[in-house]
């Protein structure tokens, strides 16, 4: 979930290297002075952020300009070289998310992390409350499909499994993680829906096109993945 770190409490310079957290700091009112190139929500205040580059490419001397005094990570999300280069330096805070409890929790454990408390208990209680209303709103078999070229979908132990089956979706994919899928896998996979993602590949109307042709007896359809996998606060300005 998120590991214990010596901090200045409360921390004043919050570096955010996950664009769901970036997102759900900043709601919470933490003044987060650096941020990822694709921490882009909330627009009208996420962009005026400096960039430390990416996900998986920090730029250390930009970091080190800023000057934190806590820097937010996440075990999927960033790389580990560079977690631990930063970790020798500053006190970083990390954070392993697979399923909806466990993003429900990290939210209050940086909101204790930050002196945000309050703040955090009304995302919590409001993201509570859309989730019971989403529960079982779907039905039927589901592929979420993440990358192409290979094909690769969504599997157990992921945040997306998790949510896909709150909504009420049967996931077909049984194999852990984010599995590489052939067309006769998808054949024999035999969905209802095929969820084509906008991240991390950006599926495009071509791409359903094509995969229509080929798997005519399924519902395929272009989703945008946020909602399915941003855990935080994203999931309250967007619906699945």
Not at 48 to 53: A, E, M, Q, R
Not at 127 to 145: D, E, F, H, T
Not at 201 to 217: C, H, I, K, S
């Amino acid at each position: 979930m998120g590991r214990s770190v010596e901090i200045n409490f409360p921390p004043r310079r919050v570096i955010s290297l996950v664009p769901s957290i970036t997102e759900l700091l900043i709601d919470m009112g933490v003044d987060v002075v650096g941020r990822t190139k694709f921490c882009i929500h909330p627009e009208d205040k996420a962009t005026s952020i400096p960039i430390v580059g990416g996900t998986k490419n920090f730029r250390f001397e930009v970091i080190d300009d800023l000057k934190p005094d806590l820097i937010v990570g996440n075990k999927e999300e960033n790389y580990k070289e560079g977690i631990t280069r930063l970790s020798e330096r500053y006190p970083v805070w990390m954070s392993d998310i697979t399923q909806l409890n466990e993003g429900l929790e990290m939210i209050g454990m940086l909101a204790e992390v930050t002196n945000m408390e309050a703040e955090g208990d009304l995302i919590r209680t409001q993201l509570v409350a859309k989730l019971n209303g989403l529960q079982n709103s779907r039905s039927g078999s589901v592929l979420y499909m993440i990358w192409k070229k290979p094909w690769m979908a969504a599997g157990r132990d992921t945040y997306v499994h998790h949510f896909l089956e709150h909504l009420g979706y049967r996931n077909v994919v049984q194999a852990a993680r984010y599995p590489e899928l052939s067309e006769s896998d998808i054949a024999d996979l035999s969905p209802d829906h095929i969820l084509l993602s906008s991240e991390p590949y950006p599926f495009q109307e071509g791409d359903r096109e094509a995969l229509q042709a080929v798997f005519p007896t399924s519902s395929i359809e272009l989703v945008d993945g946020e909602p399915y996998s941003w855990y935080g606060s994203r999931l309250l300005r967007v619906d699945p």
